[in-house]
């Protein structure tokens, strides 16, 4: 007879982030679970468990960046502990690929994040865990519950922590979109925000851009979602350094970093670019200062698997003197 599995949690990982998987376990208090990925010649490949989850609790963690083989990878590891008879299939995915077409911005294009949904639900995913969707109205896009953590989890902290004092310091968003979340800062510290409008060309190419509000004698720190190639963070952080800034931030949760971004970071005004590790760097760089998903995605899963609420896991990860507390599950 098989090993009884009932209730037993596996974590497991995808390739592309193998890296913050073994983390996440660590911090849960488990080993990785054992998988493999058998490759053909020709570049098909083939995803395996190499232990029993039979009943069990599989938390499967991949981000969906390029190329589109993450994604499928993902999609073929939940369909393979289907298979296997696993009582619960979570799909942890820190970054959510392809999220930037949310909707038709015009004719005849797809919606590919909402493919995506249907994708994973008809592999046969229970539940997703992720992070600082492109946007919210992408939770609506599937029938099964998702759980979306915020980067501000890890942002709040460290602002906090920078020795600056809060009240020098004045949030801005790169693009009249992302103004929410600059309030949302703003609220939560009592600050103000500013706003850069920028008109593009074309995806990736900015024609114009303007800064709205004052930013003389400030300390400011950009918010945003995703940073791709560096472009409009780099363009609204030199603006702002004009008008008068004293230094420049940035914070963005996930580093896609195309191309030369890097090196559009170094030459720019950033003071420093503080990122999420939903995704890989490709090379490291003193400007770039990484924090770890690894203490918040394992509290999430923990409190999954205990039925208990995550609406105040903010509020609980965040101590005295705004220091993260990495939790483990011996520590609750």
Known sequence: MGANNNGKVFIFSGRATKDLAQRIAEKYGIALGNSAVFQYADGEFQPSYEETIRGGKVFIVQSTIPPTDNLFELLMMVDAARRASADKIVAVIPYYGFARQDRKDKPHVPITSKLIATMLTAAGVDRIITMDLHADQIQGFFDIPVDHLFGSSLFMPYIRSMEI????????????????????????????????????????????????????????????????????????????????????????????????????????????????????????????????????????????????????????????????????????
């Not at 703003?186 to 303007?210: D, Q, W």
């Not at 709205?212 to 609204?236: F, M, N, R, W």
């Not at 890097?262 to 890989?280: G, Q």
């Not at 039925?307 to 903010?314: A, F």
């Open 165 to 332: 004092p809060i009240d020098d310091i004045l949030f801005a968003s790169p693009d009249l979109g992302g103004s929410r979340r600059a309030g949302m800062y703003a609220k939560t510290l009592g600050n103000s925000f500013v706003m850069c409008y920028k008109h593009r060309n074309k995806p990736n190419e900015i024609g114009e851009m303007r800064l709205i509000g004052e930013v003389a004698g400030k300390h400011v720190i950009l918010l945003d979602d995703i940073i791709d190639t560096g472009t409009t963070i780099c363009k609204a952080a030199n603006l702002i350094k004009e008008n008068g800034a004293l230094t420049v931030r940035a914070m963005i949760t996930h580093p896609v970093l195309s191309g030369n971004a890097i090196e559009k970071i170094e030459d720019s005004a950033l003071e420093e670019l503080v990122v999420a590790d939903t995704i890989p760097l490709k090379r490291p760089s003193s400007k770039i200062h990484v924090l770890s998903t690894d203490w918040l995605i394992a509290e999430a899963i923990r409190r999954i698997v205990n039925n208990e609420s995550i609406d105040n896991l903010y509020e609980t990860t965040i101590h005295r003197k705004g220091i993260i507390d990495r939790i483990t599950p011996d520590e609750q």
